[in-house]
Nanobody, 123 residues
Framework: QVQLVESGGGLVQAGGSLRLSCAAN????????MGWFRQAPGKEREFVAS????????YYADSVKGRFTISRDNAKKTVYLQMNSLKPEDTAGYYC????????????????WGQGTQVTVSS
C-alpha cells in the first residue's frame, strides 16, 4: 500500500508561486507514474500534470502548460509541482497520485491518492 502525503499548499496572491511536494512511503516509488490533480468546489477533479518513472517524460493540462513544472526525486521518493504565475482559477485542492500506467491523465487509472493540500490564489 502506497501512502502519499502532500505539503506546500497555502494562500498566495495572483502572479505568485508555490511548490507542492508529495512524499511516498513506498520503496518501489520509482516504478510509478506520478500525477497531480486538482478539484475546485463544485467541480470535477481534473488532471494537472504527470511524470513517468524516470522523470524523462512529463505531461501537462493545457491550462497550466508553461506555468507549472512537475519533477521527481526518486532517491527522496518525492514528486514536486512548481507553480508559477498563479491565477485565481488555480484555486483548488491539489492531490498527488500514483499509477502503473505510463502517461496516464485519467484519475481512474491512478491507484493511490494523497489527502490533498489546498491552494488558494487571491486576486
Amino acid at each position: 500500500q502506497v501512502q502519499l502525503v502532500e505539503s506546500g499548499g497555502g494562500l498566495v496572491q495572483a502572479g505568485g508561486s508555490l511548490r507542492l511536494s508529495c512524499a511516498a512511503n513506498e520503496r518501489t516509488f520509482s516504478s510509478y507514474t506520478m500525477g497531480w490533480f486538482r478539484q475546485a468546489p463544485g467541480k470535477e477533479r481534473e488532471f494537472v500534470a504527470s511524470i513517468n518513472w524516470s522523470g524523462g517524460s512529463t505531461y501537462y493540462a493545457d491550462s497550466v502548460k508553461g506555468r507549472f513544472t512537475i519533477s521527481r526525486d526518486n532517491a527522496k521518493k518525492t514528486v514536486y509541482l512548481q507553480m508559477n504565475s498563479l491565477k485565481p482559477e488555480d484555486t483548488a485542492g491539489y492531490y498527488c497520485a500514483a499509477s502503473y500506467i505510463i502517461a496516464s491523465k485519467k484519475s481512474d487509472e491512478y491507484l493511490y491518492w494523497g489527502q490533498g493540500t489546498q491552494v488558494t490564489v487571491s486576486s
